[in-house]
């Protein structure tokens, strides 16, 4: 074999990928295996948003790696800390020295006959492509474009003679100082920006067509710190884990099961914290139910604590156009900026947008159905690793990456060269994702389509996860290995 073949190939370092190669080095330690990085550092999602106050949307216990406990006392926390906690944890398990950094994955094909695939890879300093070989390639990529962010055709945008910026795209050096911002968006990205950028600014107006469902969190766990002190750290860590995983369970099934009640336990709250008149309530009341579109937590209620100082204000309404010192809106109010903060959303570019060919057959990912939500029907020695859109994205991504580690392990003792995953023809497809979130819905299309029973069904719950991943056998009628 040459040198540029490994056993496993894991595209991206970002949460998923680091925690990809650590189950392929912990479960198969005689395998070879590389992370290919297209960016020139590890982090993903941690190192590209560089926005003012940018921060966890879920708690650190689950968001954080089972193997390595998340010691810091903040529940939420902001995007350097976290970048470092994946760095020291790809330090202390030796995973950083198997990163190439400044490699992007372009396409791939499975030789039928060889049972390997070729990638090509596009070393993005030297602007050059080389091919890599491997027996089984792992995608941690993530769903969303890093290059750019979606961004609307606002009407007249030219006209306007301040800062455009898009949080994906953020200008570091970018000075706010008493100036006034308007943030488009009403979604975790805006509610995050929102207290950081008070701090300077002279004024912040969240201008949104629609509100979002808004929950406070306590910054400092109160339990945790309970536990800590009277277990070790890794026995603490995994109580504070499932006391967060059980709670979070709990409230998304009390918000689908009961919209009503939760909607008005939510809306009551808020009202109650900012003392505010029904007509101030609109703001923040939904015409969908709650979870319908992920939920949007703030810790300490840093978020309303804006709201009430005045420093920052909500306005709800459609921009009618652009003008030069400004947004002109449909009811004829002109907000005035400075800086316009376009935080409309993700775009989304699934598998890191290659193309994967089988035996130079272009195959349309649409078409194929999730085998447990970590392989693709029809497609052999090939993973996808996906999170949960209704808790924190590594829980699931961690069971997906256990379990493709025992497979991989599972063909070492058993010489078996290939595992493939074949649907059964009667398969009625569904939406990947149960979402009616705007970035979810303009990009679904793309996705893959779930079926409606296991293997090929998605859950979204860890517990019914833990049966799917470790309790049920590697082998099943959905699943054919070869030699």
């Known amino acids: 074999m040459n040198s540029n073949h490994k056993d ?9 990928g680091i925690n990809a190669a650590y189950q392929v080095q912990n479960k198969c330690p005689d395998h070879t295996y590389l992370v290919l990085e297209a960016r020139e550092r590890m982090g993903g999602t941690w190192d590209l948003f560089r926005y003012p106050g940018i921060r966890s949307d879920s708690d650190m216990y689950t968001l954080g790696f089972p193997f390595r406990p998340w010691l810091e006392d903040k529940v939420m926390a902001d995007g350097p800390t976290i970048l470092k906690y994946i760095e020291d944890t790809a330090n202390e398990f030796g995973i950083d020295k198997n990163i190439l950094y400044s490699h ?38 993530g769903y969303y474009d890093y290059d750019e962010g979606y961004a609307p055709k606002f009407p007249n945008i030219n006209d306007f003679k301040g800062k455009f910026v898009h949080p994906q795209k953020w200008d570091e050096g970018l000075d706010y100082s008493d100036k006034n911002i308007v943030v488009i968006g009403s979604g975790a990205t805006a509610i995050t920006l929102i207290p950081s950028l008070a701090k300077k600014a002279k004024l912040v107006t969240m201008l949104q067509r629609s509100p979002s469902y808004i929950a406070n969190i306590p ?34 099934i009390f918000c689908r099961v009961f919209p ?62 652009m003008t030069e010192d400004g947004i002109k809106l449909k009811s004829g109010e002109l ?7 376009s935080a409309t ?32 029907s029809g497609i052999p020695n090939f993973a996808m690793i996906f999170g949960y859109t209704n808790a924190s994205w590594t829980l699931k991504c961690s069971l997906a990456t256990e379990w493709i580690g025992k497979v991989l392990l599972h063909m070492k003792k058993n010489n078996l060269k290939t595992v493939r995953p074949e649907k059964h023809p009667q398969i009625k497809p569904a939406s990947l994702i149960n979402l009616s979130s ?11 389509k779930q079926g409606q029973k296991q293997p090929w069904k998605i859950n979204q719950n860890y517990i019914l996860d833990i049966l799917v991943y470790r309790i049920r056998p590697i082998r099943d009628k959905g699943l054919k290995f070869f030699k």
């Not at 309530?281 to 209620?301: A, E, G, I």
């Not at 907000?335 to 903060?341: P, R, T």
């Not at 989304?348 to 939500?373: R, V």
Request: glycine share 4%; net charge positive.
């Open 335 to 341: 907000l005035k900026a400075d800086i316009i903060v």
């Open 260 to 321: 009503n009640m939760a909607k008005k336990e939510i809306l009551k709250k808020i009202q109650v914290t900012l003392d505010a008149t029904p007509a101030q309530m609109k703001h923040f009341t939904p015409d969908y139910n709650p979870w319908s579109q992920r939920l949007c937590m703030v810790p300490d209620n840093d978020f309303f604590n804006v709201l009430k100082s005045k420093k920052a204000v909500i306005v709800t309404d459609h921009i009618a156009s």
């Open 345 to 376: 959303g993700l775009k989304i570019k699934f598998l890191a947008g290659i193309q994967i060919s089988i035996d130079d057959e272009k195959i349309n990912i649409s078409k194929t159905t999730p085998y447990k939500a970590s392989m693709l």
């Open 438 to 448: 705007g970035y979810i819905k303009r990009a679904e299309h793309l996705f893959p």
């Open 104 to 141: 992007k994955i372009v396409s791939s094909s499975w030789s039928s006959v060889k049972q390997i695939w070729t990638v090509q890879v596009e070393l993005v300093k030297e602007n050059k492509i080389v091919e890599m070989t491997c027996n089984f390639l792992i995608m941690c990529s």
């Open 8 to 16: 496993v190939l894991i595209i991206g370092a970002g949460l998923s």
């Open 219 to 252: 910054q400092i766990d109160p339990a945790a710190g309970k536990l800590k002190k009277i277990f070790s750290k890794q026995v603490a860590h995994h109580l504070i884990r499932w006391k967060n995983i059980l709670y979070s369970m709990y409230i998304f």
